[in-house]
């Protein structure tokens, strides 16, 4: 379309909707109703997109993918949208010629944090290169009411409010009357012979409405909308008058609320599984409506089941999703009479399952009883699936009892959600090579054994027309200029920046690009009351809070470096900023105490007009995807410290990276392969392997060994007991020393302590080195080439999805 007529249409549009919603002029418009009229023009436009992507969809019939996921981090639209479609500079110049600025519209915008971190944002990313990239797909998960808590800092202390972003992010929303499922909860089964077999009556259940709310996803200069199926829960229509007449309110009241309930808000906990009822039903009502939508959806295409497995394939992200196993079971048996065998078959060839944690304690397991009396009909299934398998177990090992206990679905009145997703899918991916590793030698080392050809690698990605694009527009100007702008596309062709690594004018750039950006979030943050020195080493680790991400650790090396400074006031160190960003799950009282430690320790520092010259330590509050965006381009050292084996990869790593940031790690998740990527010059590299790791903790980790032999450990420890700020971290102290065990903490914070010192001393050195830094910051942007969401989504579905793009 011509500039001009495109402008026209925009302003058309823009005065239509001002006046439609609000009744008013542009003149009278405030911002808010400024932000909300652009989605829903942008909003109109993906829905107009959608209409002829499916039409060709349709037409050509390719195999689709469902992705479905309990949690989807969003962040903002807008500006991603707009972004994709192109339309930003004729929608910012009509918007000047009425004084309104994008960037002032796009603050208007709630951040969607449908999710706790990287599992969630994850999701968020691979929708954005499926839609790019022109597969077929669709992300199911749940409408909920409350995203992840915002955090709150007082006096120290992380406290939790309720995120409400519905006004305002519903906008992105349409809501589909058209769409909606019944989902049955609690109630008993009877089993009824007639003459076509058995049939399956489900009476007194509880039966909730779930409601479809699509969000459009655009593809980056592509015909491809995603479509993002939200669900929420509605009390069915027809509840049940019965109860209602005979005047059992409550019953009647109990349904109403319980529908509601179900998308109130997200569990906050990332690794952590509780059996609570609710995050059961959770669970199976994004499960239930999905997988009906999906069989509906394919009845109406192709008239019947028999071609199931070829046209559909269904991944459940983590474990979360896998009740659809059983769900899958129980329709096509007791609604579409196939048999047993058959089901069993359609369903194995169409789910695909990725693990995101081998932390024991975050692997689902469900009471029985809970099941049973929530889901009868599932429980059912899952026992029947039990029993198979163990019998078809029992006769590939006969007498091997241990080893059949181990893979069952059911043990010890519990149900095992990851057995489940392993024996029900036909491939199990982890994501990174080392994670994928362990998932094969270590977690599922039995299931490997016995079905080797299910586990595969596919190393995650990141979005990189987000976090580099669209979060770091001059470094984006820079790439341009240097190797043309066709790694927007084809993210490998980042890689040809390598050839600029001994260009000084373009090392002297990427210099001014990074100080501009610590300058543009030293001011976002002045806004929020924090100072901020941009003229110091920006240190980052942005994560959630927990043991095994090792915030201690770093925070110990900072206690080492206040107490050297103390000492010798003269010392001469890189002045540096120390930025935390992390939430803790509200339960989780240990990591809480840690985000108390660093506040205090902030603190603490700042009354000594020398020390803050030096060192300073900024806790960054309510860490959330649109923070990530303004603080990834301004990182400068990306802390990824994990205790190796821990964490399965780590995407963070992958943003900071891709924005020139240089590595601190672990030989830990998808650290690793950035090792691979950039070589051992360009990245620093501390502290045990997963292997030495697996050693140690054999051979006996004793933290006391390190308190009395190490004196720059016992200065640190002894400091933590006198506290900061007038507190004592005694707690910590024990924590660290003591432990559950009486051997430490189990995260070994101690034993990694010293390697971690050194190379931060190596990496103060490469600092003052200007060129060298620059050299292998660039070097870290030209390496990212390989992390992009594009390459791991193609890989998915070559390798594991069966999919190809429409055109
Ligand atoms: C049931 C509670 C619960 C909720 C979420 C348990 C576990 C989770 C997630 C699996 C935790 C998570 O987000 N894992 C992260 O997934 C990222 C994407 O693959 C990885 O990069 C991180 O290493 C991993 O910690």
Redesign the pocket.
Known sequence: MEETQLKNEIRNSIEHKLSRHYGISVEEASRNQMYKTCARIVRDLLLEKRAKYHEEMKKKQNKKIYYLC??FLIGRSLKNNIYNLGLDNELQEVLSDWNFQLEDLYEEEPDAGL????????ASCFMDSLATLGYPAMGFSICYEYGLFKQKIVDGWQMELPDIWLPGGEVWLKKRTDLTFPVKFEGELKEVWTENGLRIDYNNCNEVEAVAYDMMISGADSDDVAVLRLWKAQDIKNFDMNSFSNGDYNRAMMENTSAELICKVL?P??????GKTL?IRQEYFLVSASIQNIIHDHLRKYGTLNNFSEKVAIHIN???PAMCIPELMRIFMDEYQYTWNDAYKMVIDSVTY????V?AE???KWPEVLIKQQLPRIYEILKELNEQFCQQLWNQYPGDWDRIERMAIISNGQIRMANLSVIGSSHVNG??KL?SDILKNDVFHDFYQNTPWKFTNVT?GIAHRRWLCQANPELTKLLDECIGDEYKKDASKLAHFRKYHDNLDVLQRLDNIKLNNKIRFSNLMKNKGVTIDPYSMFVVQAK?L?EYKRQLLNVLRIISLYLDLKENPNMHVVPQTFLFAAKAAPGYFAAKEVIKLINHLSVEIEKDPVLRQNIRVVFLENYCVTMAETLMPAAEVSEQI?LAGK??????NMKMMINGALTMGTMD??NVEIFDAVGKDNIFIFGMNADEVERRLKSGYAASFYYQNNPKIRRVLDCLRKGFNGESFESIYRYLLVGEYGMGDPYMCLADFDDYLKVHDQLSETYHNRNKWNTMSLYNIAGAERFAADRSVQDYASQIWGIEPLK
């Open positions: 309990m949690e999710g706790n971190g990287g599992l969630g944002r994850l569990y906990s990332d690794n952590h599984a509780e995050r983590d474990t979360h990725t693990n995101h944690t932390l975050a692997l689902e994501v990174s994670h995650n959630r927990h994990s964490e399965a990869s780590g995407t963070g998740g998808a």
